[in-house]
Structures are given as structure tokens and as C-alpha cells.
């Protein structure tokens, strides 16, 4: 007995099968509006500030402010070097770092107590680093004033940094605070059966977990500190203890300003700032993700 194999005819559709349509991207204008607009306010005034700072005064006076150079000098940059450029640097470098310093070596430990402990008076002082937020440098300037006279640290470069410092540690504390807390319990349990203490938990657990993090605080409090114009203002006095902000006032005189200079020691002094952006891009945008994660 034979068995018959019953065949569907080939049909015109097995023949040419029906490929997938592609979905054509639509362009999307008004993003591309936005973003063009935006490109031109961000770009105008870095084209403005380097094309006029290698001009000269009567080149700036004459020509437009968009105007190409017609004569391309570097006086300026000179001008600013000889000025003392090198003792401003100097002398914000070594706040900035200091300030960096000071913020992680207590915003950390502060933040560890918090989520780690249990005690009222923990979560009192978490709420006291969230009101620090709200108040303005400018409306305790004055106590500030009297508490460095009286220490008789007036017109040095830590009367700059301990004040910058204590403005910065509430963000510091509250981002690394929120970055601790995605940390799983578990790790922590797993290190205590261990036999790991809290010194312990906090230099081999804590610390690697929380890099992200502290590099994003550590640009943040940098950044506080360099451009940072208040405190130096008013609690130094000897151009030997002046930071960038204030070193540009000497582009300034009482029959005008000399623009293509004072512009000049402007892009001197943003290529720190612009290389440490670089250099640590990505490890801020990772600690801001963590650190505001919930």
C-alpha cells in the first residue's frame, strides 16, 4: 500500500517573498533648529573671546566684535604672563586642590555614617547638611570675616579654602550619600560574616564603590574652588595671595579696561578648567548617574 504526499502548489508569493519595509527615520527640524540655535549662542562667545584676545586695543576699538583679525598679535598673552599670570595659577591651583582634598576626606566618612547608622542624631545631621544647601555664602560673609580675623588666618590662601571647602560639602555629602545607597546590603552583610569591621567595610568596600562618585564631587568642589570670587575678596589683600578671579582685575584702571587683555587671561585661564573636563568627562557623568540614581 503506497503512501501519497499531498504537496501545496508553489504559489507566486513563495516565489518573490515579501521583504520587510525599512522604516525611513523621519528628520526631526525643530530638534535640529534648537540645537543649531544653541550651537550659536555657545559658540559666538568663545569665537568673541579668542578673536579678541589676539588683537590690539586700537584693532578692537575699530573693528567689530565678529569682525575676522586683520592683524594677528600675541602681545597680549605676554602682557599676561608678566603680570604675575604664573603666581595666580599657582595660587589657585593649590586652593583647588587643597579644597578637593578636604571635601572628600570628609564628605566620604559623613556619608558613610549616614547610611550605615541608625542613631536620631545621624539623621539630624543629614538634615543640617540639606539646609547648608540653602544658604547663600553672601548672607554669612561677615561671621566668616570675624572667624578667620580671629583665627589670624586674614589674608592667606586657607582663609580661601576652608570656607569654600564648608560650601561645598553639603552637595558633596548629599550626592555620595545617594551613591552609597544603591549599594546591596548583601556586600555588606557578606563582609561582616567575614569577620570585616567598619574600618574595613569603609577602605574595601566603600571606597572602590564610591569612585565614581567622588570624582564627580571632587570636579564639583574644584570647580567651587577655582571660580571662586567672594571669599577672596574679602579675606585676602596682598596681590602675592591673589587666585585667577581676582589676578584679572589688573587688566582694569580707572581711564578703562584693556579688553584684549583682560580676555587673554580669561583663556588662560579656562584651559585648566577645560583639560580637567576632559580628562575626567566620563567619570563625572558616571558619578552624577549614581549619585542621583533615585
Do not use: C
Not at 571635601?103 to 540639606?130: D, W
Not at 561582616?192 to 572602590?208: E, K, N, Q
Amino acid at each position: 500500500m503506497s503512501t501519497q504526499v499531498m504537496t501545496r502548489p508553489e504559489t507566486r508569493a513563495d516565489r518573490h517573498p515579501v521583504k520587510p519595509r525599512r522604516r525611513r527615520r523621519r528628520s526631526n527640524i525643530p530638534a535640529g533648529l534648537a540645537a543649531g540655535v544653541w550651537f550659536l549662542i555657545v559658540a559666538i562667545p568663545i569665537y568673541f573671546i579668542v578673536v579678541t584676545s589676539i588683537r590690539t586695543q586700537d584693532a578692537y576699538v575699530a573693528d567689530g566684535p565678529l569682525d575676522p583679525p586683520t592683524s594677528v598679535t600675541f602681545d597680549n598673552y605676554t602682557n599676561v604672563l608678566e603680570l604675575g599670570f604664573a603666581t595666580f595659577l599657582r595660587n589657585s591651583v593649590i586652593a583647588a586642590l587643597a579644597t578637593v582634598v578636604l571635601v572628600l576626606a570628609l564628605a566620604l566618612p559623613a556619608a558613610y555614617a549616614i547610611v550605615r547608622g541608625r542613631s536620631r542624631a545621624v539623621r539630624m545631621g543629614f538634615t543640617l547638611f540639606l539646609i547648608g544647601l540653602a544658604i547663600p555664602a553672601q548672607a554669612v560673609i561677615i561671621p566668616i570675616y570675624l572667624i578667620i580675623t580671629r583665627l589670624h588666618l586674614y589674608d592667606s590662601l586657607t582663609a580661601i579654602v576652608l570656607p569654600t571647602a564648608a560650601f561645598s560639602l553639603p552637595m558633596a555629602v548629599v550626592v555620595l550619600t545617594s551613591a552609597l545607597r544603591d549599594v546591596p546590603n548583601e556586600l555588606y552583610e557578606a563582609m561582616t560574616v567575614d569577620g570585616a569591621g567598619p574600618g574595613t567595610l569603609f577602605r574595601r568596600l566603600v571606597v572602590p564603590l564610591s569612585r565614581p562618585a567622588l570624582a564627580s564631587v571632587g570636579i564639583f568642589a574644584g570647580l567651587n574652588a577655582w571660580n571662586g570670587f567672594l571669599f577672596p575678596l574679602v579675606l585676602t589683600q596682598s596681590s602675592d595671595q591673589r587666585v585667577l578671579p581676582l589676578g584679572l582685575w589688573n587688566f582694569q584702571s580707572q581711564y578703562g579696561t584693556d579688553v584684549p587683555g583682560l580676555l587673554a587671561a580669561v583663556v588662560l585661564s579656562a584651559l585648566p578648567v577645560l583639560a580637567l573636563y576632559l580628562f575626567g568627562r566620563r567619570h563625572l557623568l558616571s558619578g552624577l548617574a549614581a549619585g542621583f540614581s533615585k
